[in-house]
């Protein structure tokens, strides 16, 4: 029981439903964890007894014994100081925002594909117009011999290839900006040992 204040009534420290609110909250950040696969796991600021739980909980194929498994690491998650889980939660927001924002430039380069297809020139010098250090005449030929690959039926290198040259127009830009990112903040702190030793 948590009791109440004698001076001024109130009552002292949080209600049980609050207590079972964070705790379920927990779980599902443990539920969350579980799901990734150990490259995202990587990415996340988790500390390595927990890492080891989660390692163990995703080996666990039984429904009532996962189960378990999961109560456990949420039990072990909850002995973790808050701002622990608050830099995980934060990580894995930043992390599905990167991913969606990835999956969102292939669906891009996709629909770019297909106009440079289905449009030719017209959709080539739209694309120039957004990327003018894109190679013209290498994107030309590879158009023309994706139609003629489709035309005799013959395996989509060329269709493959176009996708690639976009990859590199569109998505590795981006990945290197996050990466520098990330990377001046390491900088930063390697550059900042150096002056104090």
Known sequence: MRGRDQETGEFLGESRSQNRREALEVLALGEKLVDLTPAQLARLPIPEGLLEHIEYTKRITSHGARKRQLAFLAKQMRREEDETLEAIRDALDANSETSRREVAIMHRMERWRER???????????????YPQADRQGLRTLVRNALAEKAKNKPPRAYREIYQVLRELMLVPVLNATAEVGGDDDADDVDGDDEQD
């Open 116 to 130: 440079l297809l289905a449009e030719g020139d017209v959709a080539l010098g739209e694309l120039l117009d957004e």
